[in-house]
C-alpha cells in the first residue's frame, strides 16, 4: 500500500459545528503532515508528528487540533472554524520528518464553512 | 525576509521541447530541495530530492540541478508532452532537518500539443 487516504472528501459544515478529518497510512512511515492550501495558493504546513509526537506546530488557531492515536493514523479535529477556514486539507507522510525524504499526499478534503 | 521564488505563474510550451523551471531562494540553508507536481484538487505528488551536496540528479525524462551558492534550483522535463501540463512546486526545508517543509508558489506548465 502505497497511498494517504483522507476521509471524507468534502466536509460542509457550520461555525458552531464539531468534525474531524481523518488521514490513514499503511507505508511504515513515521512522520505525518497537516497543511492547508487555499485555491491558487501553495500548501502551507500546519503540524508535524514524528513518532507519534507532534513536534511543529505553525501558530495554528486552537479551533483546529491534531491528534495521531497511532502510526497509521492522524486526526484533525475542528470546533468553531471560520468561513476564511474554507480551504482544501492535505494530510502527508514521510518515512522520517528530518531527513528529507519525499512526502506522500493524500487527495485532501475540501472544507466549507458556512 | 526569508522566501522561495517560482519562475513566472504559468509557462507555455510546444509538445517536444523542454521544460525550464526555476526555483530561488534567500536566506535559508536548505540541506535538500524537493519538486512536486500538483494536479487541480489533488494533492502534491512527489517527483525529485536533491541534496546539498549533489548538483545534478534524473529520472527519466526529469532532471533537476541545485546551486547553493546561487541559491537556485532548475526544473528540466525534457520531450515535454500534454499529459505534463500540471503545477510544479518546490518545496525545501529552511532550518536544514526539521520536517518543517515549506512550498513555493508554484509554476504552472502547459504543453500544448
Known amino acids: 500500500d502505497t497511498e494517504v487516504t483522507q476521509t471524507p472528501k468534502h466536509l460542509v459544515m457550520g461555525m458552531t459545528n464539531k468534525k474531524s478529518l481523518k488521514c490513514e497510512q499503511h507505508?511504515?512511515?513515521?512522520?505525518m503532515y497537516w497543511y492547508k492550501q487555499k485555491a491558487k495558493k501553495p500548501p502551507e504546513l500546519m503540524f508535524v508528528?514524528?513518532?507519534?509526537?507532534?513536534?511543529i506546530n505553525e501558530s495554528v488557531p486552537s479551533r483546529f487540533s491534531p491528534e495521531c492515536p497511532n502510526s497509521s493514523l492522524l486526526n484533525l479535529h475542528l470546533h468553531a472554524l471560520q468561513p476564511e477556514d474554507s480551504a482544501l486539507y492535505l494530510c502527508?507522510?514521510?518515512?522520517?520528518?528530518?531527513?528529507?525524504?519525499?512526502?506522500?499526499f493524500g487527495s485532501g478534503t475540501r472544507l466549507t464553512v458556512v | 525576509s526569508q522566501k522561495i521564488e517560482q519562475n513566472s505563474e504559468a509557462l507555455n510550451i510546444q509538445e517536444g521541447k523542454t521544460a525550464t523551471l526555476t526555483c530561488n531562494y534567500t536566506?535559508?540553508?536548505?540541506?535538500?530541495l524537493q519538486w512536486y507536481r500538483q494536479d487541480p484538487g489533488r494533492g502534491p505528488v512527489f517527483l525529485l530530492l536533491?541534496?546539498?551536496?549533489?548538483k545534478e540528479k534524473r529520472k527519466e525524462r526529469l532532471k533537476v540541478t541545485f546551486d547553493t551558492t546561487l541559491k537556485q534550483s532548475l526544473f528540466h522535463i525534457t520531450a515535454s508532452q500534454p499529459a505534463d501540463s500540471a503545477t510544479y512546486l518546490c518545496?525545501?526545508?529552511?532550518?536544514?532537518?526539521?520536517?518543517?517543509?515549506?512550498f513555493g508558489q508554484g509554476t504552472t506548465l502547459q504543453v500544448k500539443p
Open positions: 518545496a525545501l526545508d529552511p532550518l536544514g532537518r526539521t520536517g518543517k517543509l515549506i
Open positions: 536566506n535559508y540553508s536548505p540541506a535538500y
Open positions: 536533491i541534496r546539498e551536496n549533489e
Open positions: 508528528y514524528s513518532y507519534e509526537k507532534l513536534s
Open positions: 507505508m511504515g512511515h513515521r512522520a
Open positions: 502527508a507522510s514521510s518515512q522520517e520528518a528530518a531527513l528529507g525524504y519525499g512526502y506522500t
